[in-house]
């Protein structure tokens, strides 16, 4: 492969912008690891202080974590050799000497206040000043920091008396009763996998490994089969979901499912074939088969092709979108592609690293918008929740440390393959995540009433790359489906609104899968409703006796076919209407006619028109970043028009364009349906 800097093209004269830095296509190498975790250092400079010894995160309460991310770039770059801006040994030198000091690490035998995570000793959130708090995820990154800057001591020029404290620092953090088992917070076990594995490596002590990492593994698969306490939930739902809160029941809203923490939690089996090699008896081979199912699922169910999260979480704003939660969540893509014991297919490992790669390069793209802030994207993605410039510092850290563990993981030296299009499906909630090279969607039918967006119909549109074709969320009319009203405009009925309460029959029936009809719950089946596929179908259906509308979805690789039927006992005065929405303030809809001609419904400047449905060949949608088109299949309804109807920014769609509004029906109707393939397109 020819590899083009941007010296040789300035060279060459390309009339051609050129970035800094710039993310190749998979597979990435180790230099491609290290040129992108060294462009955000870079970038990351103006943030040092050098009378504080530390890089400033802008927050007290995470600039520990923040430092510990940094070293893990600057150490990892040194253990190999790497000479580029990703290495700086004497600020390594100087981040370590800060981490064993007090503070952040504390030896003290209670806190100042009340900490419900405090334990000692442990490293504080904070790196100077008065005690903030600890975390259980705060001790695994400083350890994994530490160990590796400690095996890369001679590379940096670490002193011996420094590198003595690592060791014990370490050593005294794995073996605290508050990472020992049986202690764990929630199912979590990640945590103290991390102190466990880094404290082997580092002080050649495989007792936790053998024993702790063990019985915490043994637990949480059992903790999949019975809920671990009276009154909580298993630590997976029937279809492999992942329950948060596994110590409450499993219908609260929390354990709805939650991507990040699935990802953040599955990363414990990374450390697997290292502790049998260091003398840890192998888990049971039905232990392994539980976990090799759930890989699968977190794999199909939680990620794009463009390698992005296909997302939803209980946890709804308080870490939906959240980038540093993706930036976490990276970690069970490293997980999965290093791991080829919880395989179920050996072609995994190399589809999790295009994953993985192709999430550098989208959080790259995301820092060209706006212009002028290339690699250092806004943590608050899509406008949702409200990120400041420390959680803005955090997403970036942890995104060049996730390159610097790939070079650890050597996934430098891995193949990478795009996987063919996969999905994932949940009966009981009714969840269906869909991905494939040119699209992304998930159908959440049940959102318990904290999912702010929800119903049966596509929940989102995202092109091949990830880029947003309606809107993240979001209800009618910044949603697809059909809406009713009655003469006053009123809303009787609307596809797209979630279900609060978990329904006794699946919202959502496959029709037609990889593993056939899937209609009913089945509980932890030996083969999950996950994996590649060529043709998906769904139906699902709203509404009553009175007023009814079924939708059918029939998803393959390059586009999906939408039809829907709505049904009404009596002809009562009512309308009806199927929205097809758009992202962004730029958007425009364009209507194609049979005759040749574009007829714009929707643009600047453009005032609202209308057209006859039977008139138009196709409708282009035009969002920010990127377009679909919907082609009206077969005979439409008499007098259906298609128009726009502007729409108001909503929490969870805080950018919409206009929608594209079908009405079929007017004044009343018995029988209506429609028909429609939606084919995405990537600029």
Not at 58 to 72: F, P, V
Not at 266 to 286: C, I, K, N, T, W
Not at 325 to 340: D, K, V
Request: proline share 7%.
């Amino acid at each position: 492969m020819i590899r083009l800097t941007c010296a040789t093209l300035a060279a060459l004269a390309l009339a051609f912008p050129c970035v800094a830095g710039a993310v190749p296509a998979p597979p990435l190498r180790d230099d491609d690891y290290f040129e992108f975790s060294g462009e955000i250092v870079r970038r990351l400079d103006d943030t040092w202080s050098e009378r504080g010894r530390k890089y400033r995160s802008g927050a007290r309460s995470i600039d520990t974590i923040y430092n510990a991310a940094i070293l893990t770039v600057l150490a990892t770059a040194a253990a190999h050799g790497n000479t580029g801006p990703a290495r700086d040994d004497e600020r390594a030198r100087t981040i370590v000497r800060r981490l064993v000091e007090g503070p952040p690490f504390w030896e003290g035998p209670a806190p100042p206040r009340f900490d419900k995570m405090f334990h000692t000793p442990g490293w504080t959130s904070n790196m100077d000043g008065d005690y903030v708090d600890m975390d259980k995820s705060i001790d695994p990154k400083v350890a994994e920091a530490l160990q590796i800057a400690y095996r890369a001591r001679d590379a940096i020029g670490l002193d011996a008396e420094t590198a003595a404290l690592v060791a014990d620092r370490i050593r005294r953090v794995a073996y605290t009763g508050f990472f020992r088992f049986p202690n764990v917070r929630l199912n979590q076990i990640n945590w103290p996998a991390e102190l466990y594995g880094y404290n082997a490596l580092v002080n050649d002590d495989p007792t936790l490994l053998r024993e702790d990492y063990r019985a915490q593994m043994r637990r949480f698969v059992d903790g999949i089969r019975r809920p671990w306490t009276p009154g909580g939930s298993t630590n997976l739902g029937p279809t492999y979901r992942f329950h948060y809160q596994n110590n409450m029941a499993p219908e609260i809203a929390r354990n709805l499912d939650s991507a990040e923490y699935a990802n953040m939690t599955l990363h414990f089996v990374y450390f697997y074939d290292y502790a049998v090699s260091q003398g840890m008896e192998p888990l049971p081979r039905e232990d392994v088969v539980l976990l090799r199912n759930w890989t699968e699922r977190v794999l199909y169910g939680y990620w794009t092709h463009a390698g992005f999260m296909n997302w939803e979480t209980g946890w709804s704003y308080g870490r939906w979108m959240k980038a540093k939660a993706w930036a976490y969540s990276q970690q069970g893509l490293l997980a999965i592609a290093t791991s080829p014991r919880f395989q179920r297919d050996p072609r995994m490992g190399a589809w999790a690293k295009n994953v993985f790669d192709r999430g550098l390069r989208y959080y790259e793209r995301l820092g060209t918008r706006p212009p002028g802030h290339p690699f250092l994207p806004d943590a608050q993605l899509f406008g949702i929740g409200e990120q400041g410039e420390p959680a803005s510092r955090m997403f970036w850290a942890r995104m060049a440390a996730n390159a610097a563990r790939a070079v650890s993981a050597g996934l430098g030296r891995a193949d990478a393959a795009t996987p063919p299009p996969f999905y994932a499906f949940d009966a009981d909630v009714g969840r269906l995540a869909v991905s494939t090279p040119a699209y992304s969607t998930a159908i959440a039918a049940v959102d318990r009433g904290i999912l702010p967006y929800g119903g049966i119909e596509l929940a989102r549109l995202m092109d091949g790359d990830g880029d947003p074709l309606s809107e993240i969320g979001g209800r009618p009319p910044a949603s697809f489906g059909v809406v009713v009203r009655d003469r006053r405009g009123r809303e009787l009925l609307a596809t797209q609104r979630g279900i609060h309460v978990d329904p006794k029959r699946p919202p959502v029936v496959l029709a037609r899968s990889p593993r056939g009809r899937v209609a009913h719950v089945r509980r932890l089946p030996s083969r999950p409703d996950a994996g590649p596929f060529r043709v998906l179908d769904a139906v699902a259906r709203r509404g009553d006796r009175r007023l009814r509308v079924t939708t059918r979805h029939h998803f393959t690789a390059r586009s999906i076919v939408e039809s829907w039927t709505i049904t009404a006992r009596r002809r009562h005065r009512r309308s009806a209407a199927v929205l097809f929405p758009s992202q962004g303030a730029t958007a425009s809809v364009t209507a194609e006619l049979r005759d040749g001609r574009d007829v714009a419904l929707a643009a600047e400047g453009v005032p609202q028109t209308a057209v006859a449905l039977a008139d138009v060949a196709q409708f282009r949608i035009q969002s920010r970043h990127g377009a679909y088109l919907v082609r009206p299949l077969g005979p439409v309804p008499r007098g259906a028009t298609a128009t726009t109807v502007r729409v108001a920014a909503q929490r969870a769609a805080t950018d919409p364009g206009p929608t594209l509004q079908i009405t079929l029906a007017r004044h009343g109707f018995k029988r209506l349906g429609l028909r429609a393939r939606i084919v995405p397109l990537t600029d």
